[in-house]
C-alpha cells in the first residue's frame, strides 16, 4: 500500500512540477525577450503588441452576435461525476480564423489555432429549475441541433435519428426539467490592444487563403481583403508558448509568477509525501 502511494504521490508531484517549470520557462520569457516592431519581426519566437483587425471576414459571437476577429464559447452542465457534483464541458468551440494585429509600422497575420488565449468573459448566463436560458442561447441550440441534423442525415444515412439523440443539445432533463446549466462567450473584438507571444513562420498557401466560413451558428460579413505588410505569420509550434492576450505584459508576468509558486509549493508537498510512505 505504501508502495502505491508512493507512486501515485511522487507522479503528481513530477506532473506538478512539469506545470510549474513551464510556467515558469514562460514568465523568464515574458522578462526577457524585447517586443518588436511588426515590421521588424524576424523568424522565431517574437512578441508583439497592437491592435486586431479582420484579415478577411469580421465574425459574429455565437450567443449575443457581436462583431469579432475571434470567439470561444462553452456550454457546461452541472452533474454528477462519481461522488460530487461539478461543472462539465458538454460543448465548446474557439474560432479558428486568422487576424491581423497592427502598430505603427505595419500590421502582421496571426494564426489562433492552438493558442492560449487570456481573455474575460463577455457573457455569462444560466439556467436550471425554474429558469430558462435567454432567448440568444434558445436560438443558439436551436441552430445547433438543426446544424447537428443536417450534417448526420448526410453521413449516417439510415441510422441518423439515434446519432441525432446521442448530440442533440438540449437545456431540459428527464419530465422536461431544467437542468443547471451555463453558457460562457468570450471574444476579441476589432481594434482590441492584444499582447501576443508566438512563433513567427512563413505562413503557407493554404493559410493565407481567405478563411472559410466555420460550421457554426455564425455568419461571418465579409469585409474587403487587406494584406499584412509583414511576410510573416504568428502561429503555434510545438514546444514554445503562443499566448493571445489583452492584458499587460505586467500582468502576464505576475500570472506566471503566481503560478510557478502555486505548482511548484504542490509539487514539494507531494514528494514529501512520496517519500513520507517510501521510508514507513
Not at 50 to 71: E, M, R, W
Not at 111 to 139: R, T
Not at 203 to 232: H, I, M
Request: glycine share 6%; charged share 20%.
Amino acid at each position: 500500500m505504501n508502495i502505491l502511494l508512493t507512486f501515485i504521490l511522487g507522479t503528481m508531484g513530477a506532473v506538478s512540477s512539469y506545470i510549474g517549470i513551464r510556467a515558469y520557462n514562460t514568465k523568464k520569457l515574458i522578462q526577457d525577450l524585447p517586443t518588436s516592431k511588426i515590421r521588424s519581426v524576424a523568424v522565431g519566437i517574437s512578441e508583439i503588441k497592437g491592435k486586431t483587425t479582420p484579415l478577411t471576414t469580421i465574425l459574429k459571437s455565437p450567443f449575443t452576435k457581436q462583431d469579432c476577429v475571434h470567439y470561444h464559447y462553452t456550454i457546461e452542465e452541472f452533474k454528477q461525476q462519481g461522488k460530487t457534483k461539478k461543472w462539465v464541458i458538454i460543448l465548446q468551440e474557439k474560432s479558428t480564423t486568422p487576424f491581423l494585429v497592427q502598430d505603427d509600422s505595419g500590421t502582421m497575420q496571426v494564426n489562433p489555432k492552438n493558442a492560449e488565449i487570456d481573455i474575460p468573459q463577455n457573457v455569462q448566463y444560466k439556467s436550471g429549475l425554474g429558469k430558462d436560458p435567454p432567448k440568444e442561447i434558445q436560438e443558439f441550440i436551436k441552430n445547433h441541433n438543426k446544424q447537428t441534423t443536417e450534417l448526420t442525415t448526410a453521413t449516417t444515412g439510415i441510422v441518423a435519428g439515434f446519432v441525432n439523440n446521442i448530440f442533440k443539445l438540449s437545456f431540459e432533463g428527464l419530465f422536461g426539467i431544467n437542468k443547471t446549466m451555463r453558457y460562457t462567450e468570450y471574444l476579441i473584438k476589432p481594434n482590441t490592444e492584444v499582447y501576443i507571444l508566438g512563433q513567427a513562420c512563413i505562413p503557407t498557401t493554404a493559410q493565407t487563403s481567405p478563411p472559410q466560413t466555420p460550421l457554426t451558428q455564425n455568419s461571418p460579413k465579409q469585409t474587403t481583403p487587406t494584406k499584412a505588410t509583414q511576410k510573416l505569420q504568428l502561429q503555434f509550434q510545438k514546444g514554445t508558448p503562443f499566448i493571445i492576450s489583452n492584458k499587460k505584459e505586467e500582468n502576464m508576468t505576475k500570472k506566471y509568477s503566481i503560478e510557478t509558486a502555486i505548482f511548484m509549493t504542490i509539487a514539494v508537498l507531494l514528494f514529501a509525501g512520496a517519500l513520507y510512505f517510501l521510508f514507513q
